[in-house]
């Protein structure tokens, strides 16, 4: 079992500024990859940001330039730099984990086990 705590998120205006933590602990294997998804209302939950524990990243398109994801691996924590916020970026924003048994596995698309963090309100202000 990996257990998934949140933290960051909130309110912010429109060109503003938030920062989100995710810090992983349990069963966590040493291939792994760490992300954020969001749900806007209405809306289907989307992937913004994930890092490969090789250091490799993913980003939705829509953030990309603006949103910076990194981790410290010692740690298992992510951290998603949210820069000019917009107000379509409003939404739940949910840490996912997802453990690989191998690299190779990692590379196919497919996983060993997916864990879901409880969900952080992000609200962006026109």
């Known amino acids: 079992q990996v257990q998934l705590v949140e933290s960051g998120g909130g309110w912010a205006q429109a060109g503003g500024s938030l920062r989100l933590h995710c810090a992983a602990s349990?069963?966590?294997?040493?291939?792994?990859?760490i992300g954020w998804y969001r749900q806007a209302p209405g809306k289907q939950r989307e992937l913004v940001a994930a890092?490969?524990?090789?250091?490799?990243?993913n980003y939705a398109d829509s953030v990309k330039g603006r949103f910076t994801i990194s981790r410290d691996n010692a740690r298992n924590t992510v951290y998603l730099e949210m820069n000019s916020l917009k107000p379509e970026d409003t939404a739940v924003y949910y840490c996912?984990?997802?453990?690989?048994?191998?690299?190779?596995?990692?590379?196919?698309?497919?996983?060993?086990?997916?864990?879901w963090g409880q969900g952080t309100q992000v609200t962006v202000s026109s």
């Open positions: 996912n984990f997802k453990l690989y048994y191998t690299t190779k596995q990692y590379l196919s698309g497919s996983y060993a086990s997916e864990y």
């Open positions: 349990g069963s966590t294997f040493s291939v792994n990859a």
């Open positions: 890092i490969f524990s090789g250091g490799s990243t």
